[in-house]
């Protein structure tokens, strides 16, 4: 079973950085993948960005490219996400999750595990 608990949210003026983590507990193997969730009030849940624990197949969602790294600490099963540049649009509830299915990461059914989510409201 897995577990994840983020940590790191928090509220920012636009412009400014905030630097998100994920612990995680529990066994996951290389074909595991990890990623970034993000649901503003009344829209969707999205991916922000994703990676497989191998470190490989790194990827963004356009409205953060360039803006947002997404990094993992594998000795300390730790997750990250560093934002930079942010706006006010990047105000949501962000989700650290995991997953395996042999699809990918191409959506939030993808993925089987989550973590309670933390807020970061961007003021302009």
């Known amino acids: 079973q897995v577990q994840l608990v983020e940590s790191g949210g928090g509220s920012v003026q636009a412009g400014g950085s905030l630097r998100l983590s994920c612990a995680v507990s529990g066994y996951m193997n290389s074909r595991y993948y990890m990623g970034w969730f993000r649901q503003a009030p009344g829209k969707e849940r999205e991916r922000v960005a994703s990676?497989?624990?191998?470190?490989?197949?790194?990827w963004y969602a356009d409205a953060v490219k360039g803006r947002f790294t997404i990094s993992q600490v594998t000795a300390k099963n730790t997750l990250h996400l560093q934002m930079n540049s942010l706006k006010a649009e990047d105000t949501a509830m962000y989700y650290c999750a995991a997953g395996s299915s042999a699809l990918g990461p191409l959506a939030a059914w993808s993925f089987a595990y989550w973590g309670q989510g933390t807020q970061v409201t961007v003021s302009s």
């Open positions: 990676l497989y624990t191998d470190g490989s197949r790194t």
